[in-house]
DNA sequence: AACGTGACCCTAG
DNA sequence: ACTAGGGCCACGT
């Protein structure tokens, strides 16, 4: 047995960057919207905004039992930066992430939020 | 262990 | 205006 208390996670990916990116996400407000580029860019690698997509996927993957209710990260808020719900297929039905915005009252039209611009929160502005 | 693939973004032709 | 390619880095095969 892996008698090692946290070792036996030594999770690979759990690394502070992806740390860092639930965090940021978990402070946009309710309503509004950012892009992996901004949450980047905010945290100062603002080349690796793939990783940002790799860690929502990762936030909606997370065991709910691993992780009783430290669970807050609203990947539905994040979306690219023409404003496409481009990450919709990783939520449980195709629908679920623009269902998620429209219950908070952003609007969602082909799966882009519309009047992006207006939703648009930048933490590296607004943080 | 190298290779391809991604919830991206920017620059150049 | 449109297409192509580079960079980034974690993951699955």
Redo the contacts with the bound molecule.
Sequence with gaps: MNGELGSATA?????E??RDVHAVARLIPPGRVT????I??YLG??????????A?????DADPIDTPQVHPVP??R?????G????????PTPTA?AERLMAEGVEVRDDRVVDFDAHFWDPSTEL
Excluded: C, D, Q
């Excluded at 690698?45 to 790799?54: C, I, K, L, N, Q």
């Design positions: 999770r690979p990916g759990s690394g960057f992806e892009s992996y580029g901004a980047a860019r690698a603002a080349r690796s905004s793939r990783m940002v997509g790799w929502m996927n990762r936030a909606l990947a539905h994040v979306v690219n930066r023409l496409m719900l481009s990450g919709r297929l990783h939520f992430m």
